[in-house]
T-cell receptor, first 114, second 111 residues
Framework: EAGVTQFPSHSVIEKGQTVTLRCDPI?????LYWYRRVMGKEIKFLLH????????ESGMPNNRFLAERTGGTYSTLKVQPAELEDSGVYFCASSPRQGSSPLHFGNGTRLTVT | LAKTTQPISMDSYEGQEVNITCSHNNIATNDYITWYQQFPSQGPRFIIQ???TKVTNEVASLFIPADRKSSTLSLPRVSLSDTAVYYCLVGDVDSSYKLIFGSGTRLLVRP
């Protein structure tokens, strides 16, 4: 089974520009999550989709971040406009169900805002 | 979600058994204990999960005492490829997706 894939693996943009990160979850996984690790900090939860619906977006830092999951398959996370403090690694994860089901993480997108 | 405390780093040698202990004094009745492993430039990878007593799978064992205020991840006969960061996480079933990662334990396995 293919794992969670994220694209791009790296992105370098200038402050004020827009970047869109993509995540393809494991096929059949209804639950999709975004996490991020900003420089020097711990990995933190951003939001959770169940199919195409946002279940919990309590971790989204501000309205410059927009996540979508049209059709309940892949998801995108757009940062517009990007700020320096948005630099970090953005992880996507998926799981077949909630509860005690473990999360399967992708390898992340390393975002650098200059 | 309960806060966890783990050693920042540990050293070991190939072939040894490694035990990483995690404290979670405020664990709630519905909380599970989950361990993830992370290699550089990769996402966290699920290792093992338990609620009480002992759980064993093909890669590790998890020991949880009766009071559940701590847990120990046991890695038998480590190899160089087990060098990674290990995270202990605690959370209830309904919000277990909202993982709270601490600093983790950086394990270095030497030849």
């Amino acid at each position: 089974e293919a794992g969670v894939t994220q694209f791009p693996s790296h992105s370098v943009i200038e402050k004020g520009q827009t970047v869109t990160l993509r995540c393809d979850p494991i096929s059949g996984h209804d639950n999709l999550y975004w996490y991020r690790r900003v420089m020097g900090k711990e990995i933190k939860f951003l939001l959770h989709f169940v199919k195409e619906s946002k279940q919990d977006e309590s971790g989204m830092p501000n309205n410059r971040f927009l996540a979508e999951r049209t059709g309940g398959t892949y998801s995108t996370l757009k940062v517009q406009p990007a700020e320096l403090e948005d630099s970090g690694v953005y992880f996507c994860a998926s799981s077949p169900r909630q509860g005690s089901s473990p999360l399967h993480f992708g390898n992340g997108t390393r975002l650098t805002v200059t | 979600l309960a806060k966890t405390t783990q050693p920042i780093s540990m050293d070991s040698y190939e072939g040894q058994e490694v035990n990483i202990t995690c404290s979670h004094n405020n664990i709630a009745t519905n909380d599970y204990i989950t361990w993830y492993q992370q290699f550089p430039s990769q996402g966290p990878r699920f290792i093992i999960q338990g609620y009480k007593t002992k759980v064993t799978n093909e890669v590790a064992s998890l020991f949880i005492p009766a009071d559940r205020k701590s847990s120990t991840l046991s890695l038998p006969r480590v190899s160089l490829s087990d060098t990674a960061v290990y995270y202990c996480l605690v959370g209830d079933v309904d919000s277990s997706y909202k993982l709270i990662f601490g600093s983790g334990t950086r394990l270095l396995v030497r030849p």
